[in-house]
């Protein structure tokens, strides 16, 4: 297995995997923030936006938690037929991805 770690600002972090006859691209969409892929990532991005002044104002009025722990975590894949495949298909993913993530991220629901 083919494991590669990518940041993609300002969208954030994917992991791009191969196995076998499959490319797959997985991450956490974050409600605030950039996108993850490891626990280090998702505490280091939440404490991050707990200090945005518009997130503490919201908290201090009621109206927000200060900390979102939630993911929208997506997992996409695509069959590959060879080893030359491989780079093609990782890029269809990441475009897909990226499209996803803008589609998302503005929609998740309120809290």
């Not at 991450?27 to 200090?51: H, K, L, M, W, Y």
Request: aromatic share 10%; hydrophobic share 35%; glycine share 4%.
């Amino acid at each position: 297995m083919r494991t590669q770690s990518v940041r993609k600002d300002p969208i954030g972090f994917h992991v791009i995997l191969s196995s076998q006859n499959r490319s797959y691209l997985t991450s956490c969409i974050n409600p605030r923030g950039i996108s993850t892929v490891t626990r280090e990532q998702f505490d280091d991005n939440g404490s991050e936006q707990a200090i945005d002044k518009d997130v503490v104002i919201g908290w201090l009025l009621g109206q927000k938690e200060l900390r979102d722990r939630r993911c929208l975590w997506t997992l996409i894949s695509t069959p590959i037929s060879s080893e030359s495949d491989r780079e093609a298909a990782n890029q269809k993913l990441e475009k897909i991805w990226i499209s996803w993530y803008e589609w998302w991220k503005p929609r998740f629901p309120a809290l």
